[in-house]
C-alpha cells in the first residue's frame, strides 16, 4: 500500500510518525474524507476549502498550497490504483518537544493521506438503520473538522452497545448532528436540519442535499429542532461522505414513521444516485 507522507509516496510500513507529533500528542490537527467513485474523486473542491478553513481556525499553515494538494491527492489515487472508496488527509501542527502552546520556533505541519477500498452502505440505504440518542459534550468548535474525535468515540460506542448503527447527539434537547454525520427530519413534507453553527460541521454532504433539495422543489429549513420532534418526525434520515443518505427508521425504542424509507428520503437517493453515476 501506497500512502502520502508529506512530500513522499512512501510503503505504509515505512510511514512512520514521531511520537512527539501534535496529532498524537494533542489531537492538534485537522483531516478530510473524501469519497471516490469509479476512479473519480467526488466534491474534491468542496473538501479542500473546508480543509482551508479548518487550518485557518486553528491557526495551522498549510505546508502546500490547495492546488498542490490537490494534484497530489488525485496522484495518491492513481498510484493506489483506487476505484471506489475514500481518500482520508491530515496535517497536523507538527512534530516539537511537548508543550501544550504552538511551537517556537515554528515547525512544518505533517502532512499523512491515503486511500481506502469501500463498497456503498446500500443494504443500510434501503432497509434504513436504528440510532440511539446521546448528550452532545463536545466543545463549543464543532464546525472545525478536527482529529481530536473522543466525544465522538464514545457517542459512536454508546450506539454500537445499544445495537444502533449512529449516534444522534443532542445539547439540552436540541439535536445537532450524528457522531459522523449531519441529521435531517421531515415533518410534512418539510425538511428541517441544525443551521451551519458552531455547534456541528457544515458536511459537504448536508450542503449537496441541501442544493439537491432546492432542484427538487422540496421545502427545507435550516433550522433546530428538538429531540421530541425527532421523535415525531414523518423521516429521519442522517447524511455523510461514507454513508451518503441513511434512512433512521427507529430511534431507540421509538419508531419513526412507518419504520420504513420514507418517500422524500428515498426521492433524495435517487437524486443523489444520478448524480454521482
Ligand atoms: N465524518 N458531522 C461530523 C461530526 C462528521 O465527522 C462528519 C463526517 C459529518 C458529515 O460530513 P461530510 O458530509 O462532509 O462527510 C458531520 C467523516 C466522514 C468521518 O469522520 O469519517
Redesign the pocket.
Known amino acids: 500500500d501506497i500512502v502520502l507522507l508529506n512530500q513522499s509516496y512512501v510503503s505504509r510500513q515505512d510511514a512512520k510518525v514521531d511520537i512527539e507529533d501534535r496529532g498524537y500528542q494533542f489531537g492538534d490537527g485537522i483531516y478530510e ?1 473524501i469519497r471516490v467513485y469509479g476512479g473519480q474523486v467526488f466534491l474534491m473542491d468542496q ?1 479542500l476549502e ?1 480543509l482551508k478553513r479548518s487550518a485557518a481556525e486553528i491557526q495551522l499553515k498549510l505546508s502546500l498550497s490547495l492546488p498542490e494538494l490537490r494534484q497530489r491527492l488525485l496522484d495518491l489515487v492513481e498510484r493506489t490504483d483506487l476505484a471506489e472508496g475514500m481518500i482520508y488527509v491530515q496535517l497536523t501542527r507538527g512534530v516539537a518537544p511537548r508543550y501544550h502552546g504552538f511551537p517556537t520556533p515554528e515547525v512544518e505541519a505533517q502532512l499523512v493521506a491515503y486511500t481506502k477500498r469501500m463498497e456503498r452502505p446500500l443494504k443500510q440505504q434501503h432497509e434504513g438503520v436504528k440510532a440511539a440518542l446521546v448528550d452532545d459534550i463536545r466543545w463549543l468548535r ?1 464546525d472545525i ?1 478536527t482529529v481530536n474525535l473522543l466525544p ?1 468515540v464514545l457517542a459512536k460506542q454508546k450506539a454500537t452497545e445499544n445495537g444502533a448503527f449512529e449516534a444522534i447527539q443532542h445539547r439540552n434537547g436540541t439535536v445537532t ?6 441529521v435531517f427530519m421531515v415533518k410534512q413534507g418539510v425538511l428541517y436540519t441544525h443551521p451551519a453553527t458552531n455547534l ?2 457544515n ?4 450542503q449537496y442535499i441541501i442544493d439537491l433539495c432546492t432542484k427538487l422543489n422540496f421545502t427545507l429549513h435550516e433550522q433546530t429542532f428538538s429531540v421530541n420532534d425527532l421523535l415525531q418526525a414523518d423521516e429521519v434520515f442522517i ?4 454513508s451518503e443518505i441513511i434512512p433512521i427508521v427507529q430511534v431507540d425504542e421509538q419508531t419513526i414513521g412507518n419504520g420504513q424509507r420514507g418517500q422524500i428520503t428515498q426521492e433524495l437517493q435517487q437524486a443523489f444516485d444520478q448524480q454521482i453515476s
Open positions: 474524507v473538501h473546508r464543532c473538522k465522538n448532528e450524528g457522531s459522523s454525520s449531519n456541528i460541521l458536511g459537504i454532504t448536508r447524511t455523510s461522505t461514507t
